[in-house]
């Protein structure tokens, strides 16, 4: 019984984990598309300074 015991209780104790993480996953996801977008205007901020820099000199 005590191995019973033990698995339903690791079986119970998982249960809220999975319910609280989907949140936190989906401010990384957002957090990592924010970052993605910032960068990709970086990159093309860079690239447009570049070639100006390149026409002009």
Do not use: N, Q
Not at 22 to 36: C, K, M, N, Q, Y
Not at 38 to 45: D, E, G, I, Q
């Amino acid at each position: 019984m005590t191995t019973v015991d033990t698995i339903l209780r690791r079986e119970r104790r998982p249960s809220p984990f999975p319910r609280r993480r989907p949140t936190s996953h989906r401010a990384r996801v957002e957090a990592a598309v924010i970052l993605g977008s910032y960068t990709y205007l970086l990159l093309a901020f860079v690239l447009a300074v570049t070639i100006v820099a390149v026409l002009i000199g």
